[in-house]
């Protein structure tokens, strides 16, 4: 699966829109974008995922480059809930396991 | 709600104590994953199955084994617990649909004295 580059670490004021970059530039035509985050020490939670267009759930919206290169996760009005590391990652599903990398902590500030 | 159970959510051991992490899911999902996180750090894969009597290990070097006897369960083992065995330990299944998402249970935390 594809490398995916994010920052380390973002702050976002409450009731603003949270935008989190990911980099991607060495995906493959049959990897989908996802998210997920993790809050404090449970377990990861889906968030979104996506392959070429744009996606929007209950939950954030994902944008996807036109080149598939970079894509960003928009929650639209950040709660203080919403504080967690957030991890995209390239993954062509099937039978690959997913595998994590260190995603950007997001600090939801009052 | 994701029906996948893991138990003991917290365990305290002595040093050489053998243990099992339990991961029940009730989902009928095929696939089944493991993966350690120390506080603060990275999640790990270390053990997954694509099904019944399919184990494989994962990105991560660990001295824990797996079964897979029925769909619905994966046990995770250590025959003898050291103290770098602590760690929080996540498991997670996942269904047939081809992107179909990860479900997660609470997790087991364990601390090896």
């Known amino acids: 699966d594809a490398k995916t580059t994010q920052p380390t670490s973002m702050d976002c004021a409450e009731g603003r829109a949270a935008n989190l970059p990911c980099n991607h530039s060495?995906?493959?035509?049959?990897?989908?974008v996802y998210w997920y985050r993790q809050i404090h020490s449970q377990g990861p939670q889906y968030i979104i995922h996506?392959?070429?267009n744009n996606e929007t759930n209950e939950m954030a919206s994902l944008i996807i480059t036109e080149d598939r290169k970079s894509s960003t996760l928009i929650l639209p009005h950040a709660t203080l809930r919403d504080t967690a590391v957030y991890y995209c990652?390239?993954?062509?599903?099937?039978?690959?396991?997913?595998?994590f990398g260190k995603g950007t902590r997001l600090s939801v500030i009052a | 709600e994701a029906d996948i159970y893991q138990t003991p959510r917290y365990l305290v051991i002595g040093t050489g104590k053998k243990i099992t992490l339990e991961c029940s899911q009730t989902?009928?999902?095929?696939?089944m994953y493991w993966y350690q996180q120390d506080p603060g750090m990275e999640l790990h894969l270390i053990h997954y199955?694509?099904?019944?009597?399919?184990?494989e290990k994962g990105d991560l070097s660990s001295e824990s084994t797996v079964s897979r006897i029925r769909t619905e369960h994966f046990p995770l083992t250590l025959e003898s617990a050291r103290p770098s065995h602590t760690s929080q330990y996540l498991c997670?299944?996942?269904?047939?649909?081809?992107?179909?998402?990860?479900?997660f249970g609470e997790g087991s935390r364990l601390t090896v004295l």
């Open positions: 990652i390239a993954w062509k599903s099937g039978n690959t396991p997913l595998v």
């Open positions: 996506g392959l070429k």
């Open positions: 989902m009928g999902h095929d696939k």
């Open positions: 060495t995906i493959s035509g049959n990897e989908y």
């Open positions: 199955s694509y099904g019944v009597n399919s184990t």
């Open positions: 997670a299944s996942r269904g047939l649909v081809p992107t179909g998402e990860l479900f």
